[in-house]
């Protein structure tokens, strides 16, 4: 019994902590800030990689930059000129990298971004630790 309630107050503090989201594939995917190990800190020094949990258990580095995709037939540079970007790269004739000020938040962004009736795909660049597979 007192397992359960313990399990039921760490997700209930997750939950309220889960501010921050994205889409993927339509659907909304939370996210949790999570402290850097030792390890981390030392790979990530100057890379400004922050540390995330997504609500399906995968651990995640993001930094400013987004993918995006336009709807077909639109022109995803002119659509993408409305915001304040740093940069716009062409990674194909479909998919850019979007880069953002460091001092603004990634996961706001990019929801700003997928709202936008042209924009089929705004989603954080994620970066995912090096592993032994």
């Known amino acids: 019994m007192k397992k359960e309630i313990i399990m039921g107050?760490?997700?209930?503090?997750?939950?309220?902590?889960?501010?921050?989201?994205?889409?993927?594939?339509?659907?909304?995917?939370?996210?949790?800030?999570?402290?850097?190990t030792n390890t981390q800190q030392k790979k990530s020094i100057g890379t400004e990689v922050e540390y995330y949990q997504t609500s399906k258990g995968h651990k995640v580095g993001?930094?400013?930059?987004?993918?995006?995709?336009?709807?077909?037939?639109?022109?995803?540079k002119?659509?993408?000129?409305?915001?304040?970007?740093?940069?716009?790269?062409?990674?194909?004739?479909?998919?850019?990298?979007?880069?953002?000020?460091?001092?603004k938040n990634?996961?706001?962004f990019s929801q700003k971004l997928y709202t936008d009736k042209d924009i089929t795909i705004a989603h954080p660049n994620f970066r995912k630790e090096k592993g032994r597979r």
Request: proline share 0%.
């Open 62 to 76: 993001v930094k400013n930059d987004i993918l995006v995709e336009c709807k077909e037939n639109k022109d995803c």
């Open 106 to 108: 990634v996961f706001e």
């Open 9 to 36: 107050l760490i997700g209930l503090s997750l939950l309220t902590e889960a501010s921050d989201f994205y889409y993927e594939n339509g659907k909304k995917v939370d996210v949790v800030k999570v402290e850097k």
């Open 78 to 103: 002119k659509v993408l000129s409305a915001y304040e970007t740093l940069s716009v790269e062409a990674l194909s004739d479909t998919i850019f990298m979007v880069t953002i000020a460091k001092d």
